[in-house]
């Protein structure tokens, strides 16, 4: 329970950091180009995605085996996910450690989901697109290619919203 606190608390904290980060965002794009932009309006695809956290639960193999959630190859994958309708996220370790904050989109076929890892001040540290496999409301998978010339080999990771 402790540690569900804690996390809750996390998250909520970041959420209002982030919501903070945008309006500042916002307003120095309204001073320095005198335009106001809209928010982007949200394709059904990113509308099953948020307002809920998403824990990944399992990772698959080509060949349908189970993967071990500290396996090298896919313990980066594991851990907390939260996206917000303004286009921004947030993750966390399994630990509840945060790891990952930034911007995300999926592409309007659902066939792509695109993050744009951020620093704290805003710098762009990577991108990463991953093929999406499964988007509903209470199941994401994405797929991941350890050798992005080998596509026979990869990991589906599986997440579901955190009751």
Known sequence: MKIKSLIAISLLS???????????????????????QA???????????IEKVWITTDAIDEKGNKTAADNPQVSNYFGLAE??????????????????QGDWSMSDDGKIRTLVAKDTEGK???????????????????????NA????????????VKK
Do not use: C, W
């Open 14 to 36: 970041a959420s209002f950091s982030l919501f903070a980060a945008e309006s500042s965002t916002s307003t120095a794009n309204i001073q320095t180009q005198g335009v106001i």
């Open 149 to 160: 010339d080998d596509r026979n080999t990869y990991f589906d990771i599986i997440h579901h």
């Open 83 to 100: 996206y917000y309708p303004n286009g921004t996220f947030i993750m966390f370790t399994p630990e509840g450690k945060q790891k990952m």
């Open 124 to 146: 762009t540290l990577f991108t990463r697109d991953v093929e999406n496999i499964t988007v509903k409301n209470d199941e994401y998978t994405y797929r991941i290619y350890p």
């Open 39 to 49: 928010q982007k309006e949200l394709n059904d695809y990113e509308k099953v995605m």
